[in-house]
């Protein structure tokens, strides 16, 4: 069973910058679509960003720019720099992995392990 545990959420000010990690058990990034989702208050959970098995990295539109993915392969860690924070990033983060995707990186469906989110808070 794999095991994905995020850390780095907090509270940051409006144009500042935060970076979330995920580390894994039980399951290599390498081998998988590992992703970033985001889950505001009475919203359902969106796509933030991927990295692909090959290094393909996806962005949803609103935070193309602003984060950033990284995959650390020997660490197997997964990192999501943000920066240029907005109070509409405020939302728990999800670190997710799961098969072998491409466009359909954003169905939430697709992907078979999930960590238990992290808070990230955008205010002044």
């Known amino acids: 069973q794999a095991k994905l545990v995020e850390s780095g959420g907090g509270l940051a000010q409006p144009g500042g910058s935060l970076r979330l990690s995920c580390t894994a058990s039980?399951?290599?990034?390498?081998?998988?679509?590992a992703a970033w989702f985001r889950q505001a208050p009475g919203k359902e959970r969106a796509p933030v960003a991927a990295i692909n098995w090959a290094g393909a990295k996806y962005y949803a539109d609103d935070v193309r720019g602003r984060f950033t993915i990284y995959r650390d392969n020997a660490a197997n860690t997964l990192d999501l720099q943000m920066n240029i924070l907005k109070p509409e990033d405020t939302a728990v983060y999800y670190c997710?992995?799961?098969?072998?995707?491409?466009?359909?990186?954003?169905?939430?469906?697709?992907?078979?392990?999930w960590g238990q989110g992290t808070q990230v808070t955008v205010s002044s």
């Open positions: 997710a992995a799961g098969p072998r995707l491409a466009a359909d990186w954003i169905q939430d469906a697709r992907y078979d392990d």
């Open positions: 039980g399951r290599t990034f390498t081998d998988s679509t």
